[in-house]
């Protein structure tokens, strides 16, 4: 599976739009992109995935170029609750279900 | 309803004990996991079942056995802890085996050996 690279920290304050950047130089065709929030003492959780272009849902948008060896994850007008460690993962279409998490981002969002 | 559930939540022991951590989901996946989350959080599989069958077996000490009486239960038992051994394990289920799917996190097991 390919490998993440992305920022170990990164802070931001209320209301403000928040970009993560991923970068997974060798990933394979049938890779898809997804990312997981952790928030303390608690299991990951899903938040976005996509292939390619650009992905949209109630939490958050997910652009991936053309060229798709970096994926950039966008939280708009983040709050305090949005604070967490946030993973970028690759992984193939086969049956095996591994996904490897990376060390992740840990946001902390101030007031 | 809670979708993935763990016991215990919290679980302190000795070394050399035994000890197991449950799970069991209600979600009707087909597939199920279990992470290890070390101290400096770093998340590693350990197992993968899909349909009671184990898929996935990483470079587990064989002290680690799973088992999964049935689809929506997948136990883990440690044989004689180590201190290394501390970490929190979580249990996750998602619908296929397939990496793309969403996979569901328990609450997690923190597991402190003395």
């Known amino acids: 599976l390919a490998k993440t690279t992305q920022p170990i920290s990164m802070d931001s304050y209320e209301g403000q739009e928040v970009n993560i950047t991923c970068s997974h130089n060798?990933?394979?065709?049938?890779?898809?992109i997804t990312w997981y929030q952790q928030f303390p003492s608690q299991g990951p959780r899903f938040i976005i995935q996509?292939?390619?272009t650009k992905v949209t849902n109630e939490v958050a948008s997910l652009f991936i170029p053309a060229d798709r060896k970096s994926s950039t994850l966008s939280l708009p007008r983040v709050s305090l609750s949005d604070t967490a460690v946030y993973y970028c993962?690759?992984?193939?279409?086969?049956?095996?279900?591994?996904?490897?998490f990376g060390q992740g981002t840990t946001l902390q969002v101030k007031p | 309803d809670t979708a993935v559930s763990q016991t215990p939540k919290y679980l302190v022991t000795q070394m050399g004990n035994d000890k197991s951590i449950k799970c069991e989901q209600n979600?009707?996946?087909?597939?199920m996991y279990w992470y290890k989350q070390d101290s400096k959080k770093f998340l590693k599989i350990m197992f993968s079942?899909?349909?009671?069958?184990?898929?996935i077996n990483e470079t587990v000490p064989n002290r680690f056995s799973p088992k999964s009486p049935d689809k929506a239960h997948l136990n883990l038992h440690i044989n004689s802890l180590e201190l290394g051994d501390s970490a929190v394990y979580f249990c996750?289920?998602?619908?296929?085996?397939?990496?793309?799917?969403?996979?569901?996190f328990g609450p997690g097991t923190r597991l402190t050996v003395l």
């Open positions: 996750a289920s998602s619908p296929g085996g397939a990496s793309y799917n969403e996979q569901f």
């Open positions: 060798n990933i394979a065709t049938n890779d898809y």
């Open positions: 996509g292939y390619k």
């Open positions: 993962l690759v992984g193939d279409s086969g049956n095996t279900g591994k996904l490897i």
């Open positions: 979600l009707g996946h087909d597939t």
């Open positions: 079942y899909n349909n009671k069958e184990l898929i």
